[in-house]
């Protein structure tokens, strides 16, 4: 070939490498993620697992058993590539599921404790695991080896953790001595504590770090602590039983959930300027990714509330199935999925219109989820950031962790088709069959597109 002709390929040549190396991110980018439920068994009569929901199509496309106690807690790492869940109290153990394979490939014996949730720190490089009951220290594993190492000593009942957004502090709610332990992060020591109300649970950090915002169920009231001095600046009077929180990514205001209203909170004065009405013993809220707004589980009204946080009124309350527990949305923030415990079913609401579009057969008593992004090169793969919703059963509450020991997991495609007809179970509007890849977007013009350029270089030679 002469060095003219070699010229004139080069260009078109690099041109439809780059145009591949494109698609291929298009194609990616694009992909739906993948929504991973926690059950205690499936229609099969099989054991507790974790059933992997396509989103694109609401199918469950694989099914990962676990052992043989009661999934209380699932967790992602910040990578995405792992999902952590732990059994509880008969099993008491850590397993790790790697997303690109849908199997566990490690478990962490925890040994006779009553694990009850589990934190990742920012970093991704420690993971804690709080204890239930009468138990007096917090786990502390090494994802990178998954061992176990030094407690951190608190006392009994600290359930609950949260972390500083640079992951230097740690600050833990105990709700029997009605105390904040604050945690160097670096040394896992126990460096401070606050007296707060009576049973504080579940604090939210703003995201400039700031400000911890902890409700007290016992006082009606919200204790916030600024960080830098590690004092209650303000206890501020809300509903009655204050027990879950959630935080606007702009740290303008802060969401509390009462017994059967919502307390809106303006971080710049620390005051209620709301209080949104709701259900009955709110389960769980989260924030939609543009802030736009609030779902909130009511437990016993079957259902979710969706509040406007321009407004703070409620502009939907969408019927779903019985106990309402874990809930989360996907990064688009186009869908939320509502995991009913009593129902042995997944609600998916269409977010545009805040109406139920699909109901998922995702196993028996679920009651934990998180919803894992596609973000690898490879497209197999159902990996990636974490949107994660706190998960807990009757008082048994949730956690994840890692291991060394590989086992086999089983992967059934298309496994929600199989088992509509078991039990009187039907997956709705779920028509989509998941062995379509339609999770894959993207993939069908890339895969074309590839064998075009395929072409043009045999046509070339």
Not at 117 to 129: D, E
Not at 165 to 172: C, F, L
Not at 301 to 321: D, F, L, Y
Request: hydrophobic share 35%.
């Amino acid at each position: 070939m002469s060095n003219k002709a070699r010229r004139e390929k080069t260009p078109i040549k690099t041109f439809g490498i780059t145009a591949l190396a494109i698609l291929i991110l298009v194609g990616i980018a694009g992909a739906a993620p993948f929504a991973y439920v926690t059950n205690i068994g499936d229609y099969d009569k099989r054991g507790p697992n974790v059933a992997v929901i396509d989103t694109a199509t609401n199918n469950v496309t694989a099914r990962v058993p676990l052992g043989g106690g009661w999934p209380v807690g699932i967790a992602v790492n910040p990578a995405g590539t792992k999902i952590y869940v732990v059994d509880s109290p008969s099993d008491s153990t850590v397993y790790v599921i790697d997303t690109a394979t849908n199997k566990v490939s490690a478990k962490v014996n925890l040994g006779s404790s009553y694990p009850a949730r589990i934190t990742f720190n920012p970093a991704g490089t420690r993971v804690y695991v709080t204890k239930q009951h009468d138990y007096t220290d917090i786990f502390v594993i090494n994802p990178a080896t998954n061992t176990l190492m030094a407690p951190i000593i608190v006392g009994p009942s600290t359930y609950s953790i949260a972390f500083t957004p640079d992951g230097k502090k740690i600050y833990a709610e105990n709700c029997n001595n009605n105390t904040i332990y604050v945690i160097d992060a670096a040394t896992n020591k126990v460096t401070a504590n606050i007296s707060v109300g009576d049973s504080p649970y579940k604090g939210v950090i703003t995201p400039d770090g700031k400000k911890v915002y902890v409700p007290n169920y016992g006082s009606n009231t919200v204790s916030v602590i600024d960080t830098a001095t590690d004092n209650v600046i303000a206890t501020v009077p809300v509903g009655n039983s204050p027990h879950r929180a959630a935080v606007t990514s702009d740290g303008n205001k802060v969401y509390v959930a009462n017994n059967n209203t919502v307390s809106v909170i303006d971080t710049a004065t620390d005051n209620i300027i709301a209080t949104v009405p709701v259900g009955t013993s709110s389960h769980e809220i989260v924030i939609s990714p543009d802030g736009n707004k609030i779902y909130l589980g009511n437990f016993y009204n079957e259902s979710v509330t969706v509040i406007n946080t321009k407004t703070n009124t409620v502009t939907a309350t969408v019927p779903v199935g019985e106990w309402p527990m874990g809930i989360a949305v996907t990064p688009d923030g186009k869908k939320v999925y509502v995991v009913n415990a009593e129902s042995d079913n997944v609600s998916v609401i269409d977010t545009a219109t805040d109406t139920v579009t699909a109901t998922v057969n995702a196993g028996i008593y679920p009651t934990g989820i998180v919803i894992v992004p596609l973000k690898d090169s490879n497209m197999t793969a159902q990996s990636t950031e974490t949107n994660s919703s706190s998960t807990e059963d009757r008082g048994i509450e949730g956690t994840n962790i890692s291991s060394s020991e590989e086992i086999n997991a089983v992967e059934l495609n298309n496994y929600s088709d199989e088992n509509n007809s078991e039990s009187g179970k039907d997956n709705g509007s779920n028509t989509n069959e998941s062995s379509k890849n339609n999770s894959t977007s993207g993939f069908g013009l890339l895969g074309s597109l590839t064998c075009l350029y395929g072409g043009w270089k045999l046509g070339k030679r």
